[in-house]
């Protein structure tokens, strides 16, 4: 794959890199990969006030990374694709192997 021009290179920031640059909207990607979720459920899995979680939500959902739809009286949210997780999981792998790399050399 071609290194990518500036206007690609925004638009990745502006819409992933922004979304993936709060760790509360992590761990929250993170719980609707292993299940869809409501606003509430959420709230009190990660132990963080309602009105966050929301906020976090809706900035995902601005950017396509999740989706909702009602079911009854409440809204469940999910990840729109599954393949977010395989990039934070890359990601959690290099940083390993840069750690790693670092301790080695201090040593």
Request: aromatic share 2%; charged share 30%; net charge negative.
């Amino acid at each position: 794959m071609e290194a990518p021009g500036l206007e690609e290179l925004e638009l990745l920031h502006q819409n992933m890199c922004q979304a993936v640059a709060d760790t509360k909207r992590i761990q929250i990607m993170y719980a609707l990969y292993e299940e869809p979720s409501h606003v509430t459920a959420l709230a009190e899995r990660l132990d963080t006030p309602q009105p966050t979680i929301s906020r976090h939500l809706a900035m995902l959902k601005q950017r396509g990374i999740v989706t909702n739809e009602r079911e009854g009286v409440t809204v469940v949210y999910r990840l729109s694709d599954d393949r977010i997780i395989d990039v934070l999981n890359a990601m959690r792998t290099l940083l390993r192997d840069i750690l790693e790399k670092r301790k080695n050399a201090l040593e």
